[in-house]
Every structure is written in C-alpha cells, then in structure tokens.
C-alpha cells in the first residue's frame, strides 16, 4: 500500500480548484464575501447591509443584546406587573425613576429598543434560513461532486492494487456504501458518496426553532393575561375581569379571550411537619373544588395542588397561598347583626402570624341612633404561644391555639368617597378609638367562641368557633406556551444534531494500471477535521479490500488498508463558507 509524502510535486492551480469542489457544499452556510466597499447607491448599501444583518455575528451579537436587555426587566419593577411596586421606586427614586420612564425600563419587554432588537434578530434569522434551506434542498435534489484528480491529496486516504477488474470493485464499492446508508453513483472512473445529510438538517432545524420561540414568545406577551383571586372555603369565583383582586395583560388581549369558566372552593387542606428540624414546613396544600367549563358546563370535581394546575382550556388555574379566615359577627347596642362573615387575613410570617381588618359599613348606628361604621385591627394567630411567651407571633402554622387580637375604633371609614382602598387597610383619619376604663385604646384577646364587649352599649364582637381557611388561587392564560416549549425541545434537538453528525464524503477510484493490475484509490472528506472520517475510512477500505484483495507479488504485498493513511504533511480542504 503506498502512502503520500512531502516529496508530492506542488498542486497546480487546476488540482485546487477540484479540490475546493471536492469539499465544497458540505455546509449551507453563505460564502462570506472579501471585505470590500459597497458600491455607491441605494442598493449597494442595502445590500451590504442585508449581508451584514444576516451574517453569523450581528445574529450573535443580537441575541446577546436581547440576552442583556431582558436582565433590566427582571430586576427593574415592571408597571405590567406591578403598578404598586413601580409607584413606590418612583416615590423612593425619583430622578432615576424619570430616566428610566424615559428608555423604558418600567415597561422593557414592549420598549421601542427592546422590540427593535428582538425584531431585527426575527429578520436576521429568517434571512439566513430561507436561502439555506433552498441550498440544501438543491444539494439534497443534486448528487454528491465527481472525485478529484489526485485523491491522496486529501486529509484522509488510502490505496492498493488488485487483481479484480475495476467494474468489479466500482460494483463492490455501490453495494458497500449504500448498505452503509450513503448516497452513491458513478462518475467516470470513480464511485461518489456522501451521507450526514441530518447535520445540515439539524442546523436548519435549530434556526427554525428559534424563530418558532421568538413568534411563541412574542405570540405569548401580546395575548396572556393573569390575574389573582383570593377565595374562602365555600366561595366561589367566575372568569370575569370584575371577579379579580388584580389582573394583567398583553396589550393585544381583550376580554373577550377569556375562557369561560367558574369554580368553588370547598375545602383548603394543609399538613405540616410536626417534629424534627423541618418543624413547620408544608407538606400537603391542596383546594378540593368543584368546577364548570362553560357558560353552562357540567359541574365537575377536581383538587388543584401546589404545582399541578387546574387546566381549562387555555387557562390554567395555580395554587398560589393560603391563610385564615375567621368568622367574625358584630352586633350593635341593641343586639342586630350588623355584620357576619369570614374575614381573610394576610400572613405575615411561615408560621401564618397574620394581620388585617374587620370593616362594619353599613346597618350600625350607635346608642343615640346615629348611623356610624366600625372599624377593627385584625391580629391573629394560629397558635398562640401563650401570654409568658411575651409576643403575639404564632409558634406553628397548623391551628392548635388560634387567638385574635381586636382593637376597635368608630366614625367615618371613607368608604364612601370614591376613592378605592385595600380591604386588609383601614383609614383612620376619620375614625375614634373606643377607650377604655383607663382611657388607652380599647382592645382584647379572643379565643374561639369569646365575645369582646364595646364599652359603653356600642355593641359586641363575636369570634366564631368555625375558622375557615383561604386559597390564593392564580389564572394564567398565556398562548403559544405550547409552541415555546416545541421550539426549545426541537432546537436542542438540531443543535445536537448538529454538533454529533458529521456530513463527509467518500471517493473510491479503480483504473487499470500499465501493468494490467488494477489500482484502487480511497479517499474521505469531512466539513471539519475530525477522527471520525479516517476511521470510518479505514473501515469501509477494509471491507472493500477483503472484495477486492491486493494483487501478488505488489508493493508492501502484507499491507492491507485497515487504516486509513492521514499525512502530516497534507493540509485538510476546507468547507465552503462558515457556519452561522
């Protein structure tokens, strides 16, 4: 088996030309042009500068801005989320909170920049997909270029000498590379293959499943909605915009798009360790509820826990919190209800210490008969550590003690001004503490069950035995999610393709010799240097040479081409163009 050497006479400007042939299309990257002035005009600059937006760099650097820019509207309060939080950065910042209402950082993911990037990042990829993935449609429609003159100039090839007739190994080769999954033919005097087509495939697939993210992502902001619902056991809610505590949405959405839906909390369950280092941490929350899809939908059961959403549609409904709500009843002086219901409070701590505020507005009029609203200070606990332990915080999360703390005042809630307000907050500014027999505000722990007495014959508050529990429940409703979750599972699919399939071509020529003896050359050609094309050369060389085995009494007559011969001295042919 003869081998190249240094000693090979330099290449002629022909022989360069089929090698570059040889190794050309392996990619469907675009060739990238000499770096070179456009020419004057309209169209010369735009077409230097479709070049530029579509080449590999300006796509990298665009996704690396839109990378950056999405980091500002992680950290920065964004007022599509959270108007309350973004009022008070402007109130605690308030020249910083003017420059960033001016670039947008209050409102990045439908800022002018942020959508300028994203869109242009849109086209980049579009440009460079539609001419590559015609490319290699063409490659695919196409066969697979004619070997080279000299195919031991290549990084990888081998070659012997044999008795059989050059059809016989020509025939041999066809039927060994197709069993070997390559794409083969006959072109003159030599047989051409190629395979690692899913390469090219993968690569297009990646960028494809960028631009079905990008169009998900984009489809998602502009259509969701999201909003929070706070419900007590035995309540329900329907899917209205006034049934929300707060809602959100893309700025294409109407209300129109809201699934129709409603459903009732029946019961909220919560476990919680009990001992050990894990003491008090949850482990079980879960709301049974009975729901109906449709305006008038066969009611259904269901049990929504943490993680495991309530799907409808294209809704989905999370379990967000929990807390207390006990049952509070007022009445006045002469013994009338005036107010009877669960009251939700907000925790304030794991152990569900928890805090709010009782709101008599209207059916109260005091011993004179004078109409007046009450107000109350909610403070409770779940599980009361006792007076000795000198703090009013819960020591568990489970109710093994519950105690309420009540403080009371009377007078004008402000209810009635038009202005909206918090129902966990109450407004003081017109309102009168009840005092006590030492003149200080009036107050009082109560157990389940216990009534507090308003001095002088205001009235009473009862704390109910039965304490009900609240579920936070979130409605999601965000299109496309679907579609986000394809592109990113297709794109790392391509882009492993990508990676681990190499695209190569085989060359195997068979002439007859002066002597009569047939010469057979093999040559392999891979995008990139890689281990893989000597090897599975070597291995394809063998089996063609147990068909076709050397001739008696050739050179190095115990050579058999079990591996193929790689030069130092030769350099690999390069892929056309680079890929993006």
């Known amino acids: ?51 530029q937006l579509t080449s590999m760099r300006v796509a990298l650097l665009l996704l690396l801005l839109l990378s950056l820019g999405a980091i500002p509207g992680s950290l920065i309060p964004q007022s599509g989320q959270d108007e309350t939080k973004v009022a008070a950065f402007r109130k605690a910042h308030p020249t910083l909170g003017d420059v960033y209402d001016k670039i947008g950082m209050f409102h990045v993911y439908s800022s ?24 290699f449609v ?16 290549l990084p990888a090839h081998t070659t012997w000498r044999t008795t059989a007739e ?33 390469r090219e495939t993968g690569n297009l697939v990646f960028h494809i499943a960028l631009i079905v993210m990008l169009v998900a992502f984009a489809w998602g902001q502009l259509y969701k909605a999201e909003g929070n619902k706070l419900i007590v056991e035995g309540d329900g809610f329907s899917n209205t915009l006034t049934q929300y505590d707060d809602f959100r949405s893309g700025n294409l959405f109407a209300s129109d798009d809201l699934v129709p839906f409603s459903f009732n909390l029946k019961k909220f369950t919560g476990t919680y360790e009990r001992t050990g280092p894990n003491k008090g941490t949850p482990r079980l929350f879960q709301s049974d509820i009975t729901y109906s899809a449709g305006a008038y939908g066969k009611e259904e059961k269901d049990t929504v826990e943490v993680n495991h959403p309530l799907e409808i549609g294209d809704s989905k409904v999370y379990l967000v919190s929990h807390g207390y709500a006990p049952v509070i009843t007022v009445r006045d002086g002469k013994g009338k209800v005036v107010f009877d219901d669960a009251v939700p409070l907000l925790p304030l701590d794991a152990n569900v210490t928890s805090s709010g505020v009782v709101k ?5 009029r005091d011993r004179q008969g004078k109409k007046e609203q009450l ?36 007078g004008d809630l402000g209810a009635d001004s038009g202005i909206p307000q918090s129902v966990y907050q109450m ?8 005092k006590d027999s030492q003149g200080k505000l009036f107050k009082k722990l109560l157990k389940p069950g216990e009534t507090m007495t308003l001095p002088n014959g205001a009235g009473s508050v009862t704390f109910g035995k039965d304490i009900k529990e609240w579920a936070g429940f979130q409605v999601v409703q965000q299109p496309g999610s679907g579609w986000a979750l394809a592109g990113a599972l297709a794109a790392i699919g391509g882009l492993a393709a990508s990676l681990f399939i190499q695209r190569r071509r085989v060359w195997v020529r068979a002439v007859r010799g002066a002597d009569g003896v047939t010469v057979v050359e093999m040559a392999g050609l891979g995008r990139s240097e890689s281990a893989k094309v000597p090897e599975e050369l070597g291995d394809l060389a063998g089996v063609l040479y147990d068909q076709a085995p050397g001739a008696p009494g050739a050179d190095d007559p115990a050579d058999s081409p079990d591996t193929a011969q790689e030069p130092g001295t030769t ?5 056309e163009g680079a890929e993006k």
Not at 139 to 148: C, D, E, M
Not at 571 to 575: H, K
């Open 112 to 135: 002018v920049w942020f959508s300028a990037i994203y869109i242009l990042l849109f086209v980049s990829l579009i440009g460079c997909i539609v001419p590559r993935t015609w490319q």
């Open 166 to 198: 050059p059809e016989q190994v020509h025939q041999a080769a066809l039927t060994l590379l197709k069993k070997r999954r390559f794409r083969t033919h006959l072109t003159g005097d030599a047989v051409a293959a190629e395979k690692g087509y899913l």
């Open 138 to 153: 063409g490659q695919l429609r196409g066969l697979p270029p004619g070997a080279p003159r000299r195919l031991n100039r």
């Open 1 to 51: 088996m003869s081998k190249t050497t240094a000693s090979d006479p330099a290449p002629s400007a022909a022989e360069d030309r089929e090698l570059g042939d040889a190794g050309s299309q392996l990619s469907t990257a675009p060739k990238e042009d000499a770096p070179n002035l456009p020419a004057l005009g309209v169209i010369g600059w735009a077409r230097w500068f479709w070049r």
């Open 360 to 364: 008599v507005l209207d059916g109260y």
């Open 427 to 434: 407004d003081r500014s017109n309102m009168k503490e009840f």
């Open 571 to 575: 350099t690999p042919v390069p892929a």
């Open 375 to 410: 107000g109350f200070n909610a403070f409770f606990v779940p599980t009361f550590g006792g007076s000795a332990s000198g703090t009013m915080l819960s020591q568990f999360p489970a109710l093994d003690n519950p105690v309420l703390a009540l403080s009371a005042y009377h």
